[in-house]
Structure formats: C-alpha cells, structure tokens
C-alpha cells in the first residue's frame, strides 16, 4: 500500500528550528516528487516546498525562500523539511504528499499543487511556533 508518514512536528520558540521527515512505502521513491504543504486554521493549504526525487530539483513557495530546505534521502525513502528561522506565521498542520501521475512538481505561475492524479497524502503534523 502507498503510504506517506509525516513527523517531526512540535512546539518551538520564534527563531527556533525544527526538521519534519516524511517517510514514504509502497512506491518507487525516485520516480516521483514528494511536496510539502500547510494548512493553518482558517486558512487555504499552501504548497510550499516540493522534491524531484529523481535529480533532487526543488521548488520553494516565497513565504518559505530561504528558510526552509527540503532534501531527500533514498536510501531509507524519506523525504526532509528543515524549517530555520521559524515565524509565528509557520504555525500549521504540515502535510506530505505525492502524486504518483507525474514525475515533476507540479508548478503553475509559480504556486505548486499536487494536480491531478493518483494523489496521496500522509497524516499532518503540527507546527507550532510561540512568539
């Protein structure tokens, strides 16, 4: 069975860091991308990183540049967020996915979505960021 398991998530200080990992099953982990989203109350998901397992090509939404990293690692099918300098606003539910339709991530005029497909998601994780 595909199955994406997201963890990492926790309370940390403004400033602080924290590395979300996703673990990915079922599925030929170099042939597809793996993105990250987030999901704060009241607000829309955002798709704000995401990984082109195969090369290691990756996007980055604006709100993240330059404080978030996504890596990957093929040997144990896991995909990482590593979130520096977090701010208040960072505060959300964390989700991985994938669509196992495509190879690349999906990005259209700059927003990244997982589009149309054989989508999956994993369980979020919470990110909470005091100030």
């Known amino acids: 069975d595909v199955q994406l398991q997201a963890s990492g998530g926790g309370l940390v200080q403004a400033g602080g860091s924290l590395r979300l990992s996703c673990a990915a099953f079922?599925?030929?982990?170099?042939?597809?991308?793996i993105g990250w989203f987030r999901q704060a109350p009241g607000k829309e998901r955002e798709g704000i990183s995401c990984?082109?397992?195969?090369?290691?090509?990756?996007y980055y939404a604006d709100s993240v540049k330059g404080r978030f990293t996504v890596s990957r690692d093929s040997a144990k099918k896991t995909v990482y967020l590593q979130m520096n300098s977090l701010k208040p606003e960072d505060a959300a539910v964390y989700y991985c996915?994938?669509?196992?339709?495509?190879?690349?991530?999906?990005?259209?005029?700059?927003?990244?979505?997982?589009?149309?497909?054989?989508?999956?998601w994993g369980l979020g994780t919470l990110v909470t960021v005091s100030s």
């Open positions: 079922g599925f030929t982990f170099e042939d597809y991308a």
């Open positions: 996915a994938t669509n196992l339709m495509t190879a690349r991530c999906n990005v259209v005029d700059g927003t990244y979505s997982l589009g149309s497909g054989m989508n999956y």
């Open positions: 990984i082109k397992n195969s090369d290691g090509s990756t």
